[in-house]
């Protein structure tokens, strides 16, 4: 996005003065999976709960232009995470989903193996209501999808100094294919 900037803003150890033009970019790519490790009716007629097991690695770059400086900053991590899973089945292919799971990142280093991050850690919330759709092995599902990822990386070297927090929510609708087995 564009936009002008109503105070002074420091990003990646850049200033970047009240008044100027900035450009911004938000690079977000997750990938992951999740397993049912517990699966049973639920008290409700035709439905079934379970529990998740699962994990997410995130790629995450902010890119930030204006007023002569240029600034970027990316971090990676691998989480893993927790979920429960409600479906109420209708009939033999229509089903409705509701979803939430937790994922956690954490850790640090000694630096004794000059990685340069020194800790890192995060918490990634996903919710999704939908509708499923199961043709044999196949499941599809589309809905509403809620992210809220809380991030931060702190880096120290010779050559550089990083403290990165990011905390941001993405949702919208959402599609998946599923192998079911």
Do not use: C
Not at 43 to 60: A, C, K
Request: aromatic share 18%; no cysteine; hydrophobic share 35%.
């Amino acid at each position: 996005g564009s936009a002008r900037l109503d105070s002074a803003q420091n990003f990646n150890g850049k200033t970047f003065a009240a008044g100027t033009s900035v450009d911004s970019e938000v690079h977000y790519r997750s990938w992951g999976g999740d397993v049912a490790v517990f699966s049973s009716d639920s008290l409700l007629e035709n439905s079934v709960g379970s529990l998740l097991v699962g994990f997410r690695y995130v790629d995450m770059g902010f890119e930030m232009e204006g007023g002569g400086q240029r600034s970027d900053e990316r971090l990676r991590l691998f989480y893993f995470g927790l979920g429960f899973r409600g479906e109420a089945r209708w009939g033999d292919i229509l089903s409705g989903v509701l979803q939430a799971s937790g994922y956690f990142s954490f850790g640090g280093f000694d630096d004794g193996f000059d990685l340069e991050s020194e800790e890192w850690g995060g918490f990634i919330f996903e919710g999704m209501a939908g509708l499923g759709a199961t043709f044999g092995m196949l499941h599809l599902e589309a809905g509403w999808k809620y992210l809220s990822n809380s991030s931060y990386n702190h880096e120290d070297s010779d050559d550089k100094f990083e403290d990165n927090d990011f905390n941001f929510e993405l949702n919208g609708p959402w599609f998946s294919a599923t192998l079911r087995f």
